[in-house]
């Protein structure tokens, strides 16, 4: 089976430019979870959705940041307009929900990261 | 809020050795899931090993063990003979049992690098 795809993987822009960040989950999973990882903040969670509804955004830095889930199939996370603290490698995990009696329950398989660089 | 601290930046081991790398959190919650995530240079992101709170007995992975000491909040990750592709960053990480409300992300410590002598 195929794992979380993100794309793309490497993405360099000039601050001012808006960034849009695309990601498909397992087939199945429930949940979907946008995190960001950074060497000052480490990893973080930015924002999750189950059954393609936003639960908590909290994670969100600011609004330029925000993110969609349109089918169980595909999220997008975009940033507009980019600015140069906001380079860092972006990841797209999902997993099935608790207590959902599929197992394993809990558990987020990751994609494999889009590196952002804004100039 | 939980919080996980994994107090080893870095660590070394010996090609066949063992090492064992450490993870505290704090939270109020009886119930709740723990994780080793691995990361190598390629930086995906790679799950180690589960454990569930409320599972007494300690989590299992070929070479790869927990010693999950619920009373002291306490979850390290022991690697026995260790291999050159064992090298990478090793993320633990708290998951809480309820839904909702934020409840559902991971919590991740900082990390300890793990190098691999040869």
């Known amino acids: 089976d195929a794992g979380v795809i993100q794309s793309p993987r490497h993405e360099v822009t000039e601050m001012g430019q808006e960034v849009t960040l695309r990601c498909k989950p397992i087939s199945g999973h429930d949940y979907l979870f946008w995190y960001r990882q950074t060497m000052m903040r480490g990893l973080e969670l930015l924002i999750y959705f189950n059954n393609n509804v936003p639960i908590d955004d909290s994670g969100m830095p600011e609004d330029r940041f925000s993110a969609k889930m349109p089918n169980a199939s595909f999220s997008t996370l975009k940033i507009q307009p980019s600015e140069p603290r906001d380079s860092a490698v972006y990841f797209c995990?999902?997993?099935?929900?608790?207590?959902?009696?599929?197992?394993?329950?809990?558990?987020?398989?990751f994609g494999p990261g889009t590196r952002l660089t804004v100039l | 809020a939980q919080t996980v601290t994994q107090s080893q930046p870095e660590m070394s081991v010996q090609e066949a050795e063992t090492v064992t790398l450490s993870c505290t959190y704090d939270t109020s919650e009886s119930d709740y899931y723990l994780f080793w995530y691995k990361q190598p240079p390629s930086r995906q992101m790679i799950l180690v090993i589960r454990?569930?709170?409320?599972?007494?007995q300690n989590a299992t992975e070929n070479r790869f063990s927990v010693n999950f000491q619920k009373a002291a909040k306490s979850f390290s990750l022991k690697i026995s003979d260790s291999q050159l592709g064992d090298a990478a960053m090793y993320f633990c990480?708290?998951?809480?049992?309820?839904?909702?409300?934020?409840?559902?992300?991971?919590?991740f410590g900082k990390g300890t690098h793990l190098i691999i002598q040869p």
């Open positions: 454990q569930e709170a409320y599972k007494q």
């Open positions: 995990a999902s997993s099935f929900g608790a207590r959902t009696g599929k197992a394993p329950e809990d558990t987020q398989y």
């Open positions: 990480a708290y998951r809480s049992s309820r839904s909702g409300g934020g409840a559902d992300g991971l919590t």
